[in-house]
Each structure stands twice: as structure tokens, then as C-alpha cells.
């Protein structure tokens, strides 16, 4: 697949004859679509195809790694089955950081059928909670809390979890 911004998505899809429906899977740390097929196995043979991919600069994917691209990988990945499997359900279930663009697709795909978030996380915290866990630090923290809030503020404000939610719910 190619992105919006032209760099390619790979995914990989096991599917059985007599399928109905896909589960998009994107795993955590934007772990690459070997990793997340591993993880999510336990889904093939259960009627419904399982796609397994990873975003922009993972993987073997083209591009550079960006947490501005998500969202619009994961939007390349559901119109790819939409087209590719018309009128069957599409479902997309998400792991650690990708729970970002899984809770946000709603808003860019009314048509996405469900979403199943597995440690969802609110990705603005995390230099937060990084900072905390080194604490032997604790004394460089008037350098390292600005930096936590740089970090913070650069996760683009399309992947805020309180905005997704209350755009989802207004699709519905």
C-alpha cells in the first residue's frame, strides 16, 4: 500500500476461504507486522481475515518514523479494505501506541465497524511518566521537565485521546 505521503505500508493478510470481515491489527511501539502477526495469531481461523501492518518508517516500511502519520497509515490500511472487500465489516483492534490512531480512526472512517484497544495510552503523557521512572535524575529536573514538555507537545493534537472520543462519538 502507499500512504497519503507516498511512502509504502506493508501488511500482511492471512485469510481462509469462506471469510467474512477483516480485523486490522497494529501492535505496540509500532512493532513491526511480523511482530504483531505473531502476537495476534490466536485470531486466524475464526472466520475473518486478519491483517497485521506497521506505520510509516517501521518495518520495512518506506518514510521516516513520524507520530504525525498514524493516523493516516491507518486510514490508508481501512480504505484498502473497504475497496479490496466491499461491504464486508472491518474491525480494528490496537495495542500500546497505535491505541492512538485506533481510537482516533472513527472520526477520519465512520464506516470502521469497531475498534478493540489493548493498553490504550494517552501518548502526551509519556515523556512524563519516562521522566518519573529515571529518578535517579530527579536532580537534572529543571532540564529534563522542559524537554518532557517539548516531547509532549510535539505529538500532534489529531492523536489527543479526550478529542477522538468526542469526535467518534458525534460520527455515531
Known sequence: LENARGASISAFLSAKDGDYGTVMVSGG????????WRYTRFLHGNGFRTLAFSFEGYDSNGGAANLGTMLGDASTVHAHLRTRYPGEPVVYLASSLSTAAALCLPSRASELDGVVLEG?????TIPFQKMLQWWPLLPLFPITLPLAGATSASVPGELSPGRCAEQAGDTR
Open 29 to 36: 511501539n509500532a512493532m513491526g507486522k511480523g511482530q504483531t
Open 120 to 124: 490504550a495510552i494517552n501518548l502526551r
